[in-house]
């Protein structure tokens, strides 16, 4: 028998990355050349676009760092600060006719006893104490000028109606109280906190909150070192759910006659930025929530005593003994 004849050889296939063949089979992935390099890059890019991956974490991958990497902790921290900051800064708005902080008559920023995070009592020589359904508001500042960090030590004055619609230092009846305004320095994560009540809704504008920040506590004193001047806006839903309760029966046909998109504060954007988080029920109290960037490399444009209406009763901006408007 003769011998037979040898099998064909198998042929030898160029070695792959990534199911691409590499152009220079002989050297490590990484001694590709710029081309493969930028390929292989562009490559994990559309795939991580659509897995929902950012693309900060593919840039890491490429250059080689690992989890445990400092590169890694770098980019960790600044996705925690650029989550910190994200959003754009809360609009100016007008400090209303009824600021208290000396712009439009009295100011209570003066008084001995101003900051506390309880505010709805009376302090100094005035007494009293308003009623409402139980509210916590938190406002959480936030320096965009330094990357979104946390800004600590700002002073925030806060001030609000009460749930029958008034004012306290200009409303009939209630000149004579300085409840529902208070002041807080934020923490070290930017946060104030007040206890109050839920306010009311009167005749011509959105249920909302007053709030101006300063540098510092030694600044409150005066409004011209105001950095931001703006509004918290309350949701809908809990406040026709609020205003069922009694005390706030005015509050119902007000509600119903007003919109967020109407409403010549939040109008612009139906207060895109301001409409606040909020969680609770009526019984144990509510806790409104609101993130609040500030620019402080901004002109502040808000402030000032017009523009806001004026609740039944009440006497109108610009003359705090003036009619109601």
């Known amino acids: 028998m003769g011998t037979p004849p040898p099998h064909a050889a198998t042929p030898t296939l160029p070695p792959t990355y990534e199911g691409r063949a590499l152009p220079r089979p002989d050297e490590e992935v990484v001694d590709q050349g710029l081309r493969f390099d930028v390929d292989t890059l562009l490559s994990r890019r559309r795939m991580l676009a659509f897995l929902g991956i950012g693309s900060a974490t593919l840039g890491l991958a490429a250059c080689g760092a690992g989890p445990g990497s400092s590169a890694a902790s770098t980019s960790s921290s600044a996705a925690s600060s650029a989550a910190a900051g994200t959003g754009s800064e809360i609009p100016e708005e007008t400090a209303g006719p009824y600021p208290g902080d000396g712009s439009n008559g009295p100011n209570v920023l003066e008084e001995s006893g101003i900051v506390r995070s309880d505010i709805r009592s009376s302090f100094g020589e005035m007494s009293g104490t308003a009623e409402g359904v139980p509210m916590t508001l938190e406002l959480s500042i936030a320096d965009l000028a330094n990357g979104g960090i946390p800004f600590e030590g700002v002073a925030v004055y806060v001030w609000h109606c009460t749930r029958e619609g008034g004012y306290s230092l200009y409303s009939d009846g209630i000149t004579d109280q300085n409840y529902l305004r208070g002041v807080q320095v934020a923490d070290a994560s930017g946060t104030v906190r007040f206890t109050s009540v839920f306010p009311a809704c009167y005749d011509g504008r959105w249920p909302h909150i007053h709030f101006e920040v300063y540098p510092d506590q030694a600044g409150i004193t005066d409004s011209a070192n105001v950095i931001a001047t703006s509004q918290v806006a309350l949701p809908q839903d809990v406040c026709a759910t609020v205003y069922a309760e009694e005390g706030y029966e005015a509050s119902v046909s007000n509600l119903s006659g007003v919109s967020l998109s109407g409403d010549?504060?939040?109008?612009?954007?139906?207060?895109?930025?301001?409409?606040?988080?909020?969680?609770g029920n009526v019984r144990s109290g509510y806790t409104v929530t609101l993130p609040v960037r500030i620019d402080t490399t901004t002109t502040p444009t808000g402030g000032g005593t017009g523009g806001d209406g004026a609740p039944s009763g009440a006497p109108g901006g610009g003359n705090p003994g003036g009619p109601p408007r």
Do not use: Y
């Open 264 to 279: 010549n504060v939040f109008g612009d954007d139906g207060g895109a930025s301001q409409l606040a988080t909020v969680t």
